[in-house]
């Protein structure tokens, strides 16, 4: 089992859009995968092309496939917050579970980052964004946890300073970087037109970006998995050997 915390400390950096994205990616590529969306906004069904009043369950309650991933959310009492932690917690092997956090909310960030294996954090290039990351790391800078991993969303390239908080932001964080994706407004058109932007923009920047993101993050993943791999003096092949 993979579970992977999405969480950004900044709203509106695009939290929600790229933990769809890699879900609907990671299902692409044969992954079983189910999307839980803890946050009360509950906008993460809109990137899978539902209408904000649509449910995410069927007539037995149980949780959709959309899109070949198994949505959970719009947990509305912290009883059914809690459950949703468990069967978080106990993602089937093999599984893939990826998991939406709100911005404001320390607190889950804090227990799901316990038990998930990357803290992925989304955050804009920019200065709003470099700054919003002090947070993380009251304790220890950010610069030197390798329990994070960053994405800079929304890179716009025909602007000067975004590219080059971009370059910068890289930089700083070259330990945690594991991909950037390209700001480009199909993200919203697709949204607007309740369909989801593989289908409503198949060429989008976005999808080739996730696409790379979701590399990067495996690798991550294989990385750290024969980290602890040598811990336990095991060896399994990770994706570089693979590869290699
Ligand atoms: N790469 C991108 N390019 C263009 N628009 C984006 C991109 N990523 C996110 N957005 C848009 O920015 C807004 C905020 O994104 P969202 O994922 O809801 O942020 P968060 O969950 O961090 O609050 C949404 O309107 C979304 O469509
Ligand atoms: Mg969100």
New binding site residues.
């Given amino acids: 089992m993979t579970i992977l915390a999405f969480h950004?400390p900044?709203?509106?950096?695009?939290?929600?859009?790229?933990?769809?994205a890699i879900a609907r990616r990671a299902a692409t590529r044969g992954r079983t995968v189910t999307a839980f969306d803890m946050?009360r906004?509950n906008?993460l069904k809109l990137?899978f092309g539902l209408l904000p009043n649509q449910s995410m369950s069927n007539a037995d309650g149980e949780p959709m496939v959309v899109r070949g991933v198994r949505l959970e959310g719009n947990f509305t009492s912290s009883r059914e917050r809690e459950a949703a932690i468990d069967r978080l917690r106990t993602t089937p092997p093999h599984d893939l579970a990826v998991v939406?956090i709100?911005?404001a909310d320390w607190e889950g960030r804090e227990r799901i980052n316990r038990f998930a294996d990357l803290s992925i954090c989304?955050i804009e290039p920019n200065p709003i964004g470099l700054a919003s990351l002090t947070r993380l790391g009251e304790e220890t800078p950010v610069t030197e946890r390798d329990d994070i991993a960053i994405v800079l969303?929304?890179?716009d390239d025909r602007r000067k300073l975004s590219r080059h908080c971009h370059r910068f932001m890289k930089e700083l964080f070259a330990n945690q970087f594991v991909g950037t994706?390209?700001?480009?407004?199909?993200?919203?058109e697709?949204?607007a037109r309740f369909e989801t932007l593989v289908e409503y923009a198949p060429n989008s920047v976005?999808i080739s970006?996730i696409d790379a993101l979701l590399d990067a993050i495996e690798l991550r993943l294989g990385r750290s998995a024969s980290r602890s791999d040598r811990q336990t003096g095991r060896t399994i092949p990770t994706a570089e050997h693979q590869s290699a």
């Fill in positions: 950004s900044k709203g509106g950096a695009g939290n929600t859009l790229v933990t769809a946050t906004q906008s990137f939406d709100a911005s989304v969303n929304k890179l994706v390209r700001r480009d407004e199909s993200a919203n697709a949204i976005i970006d």
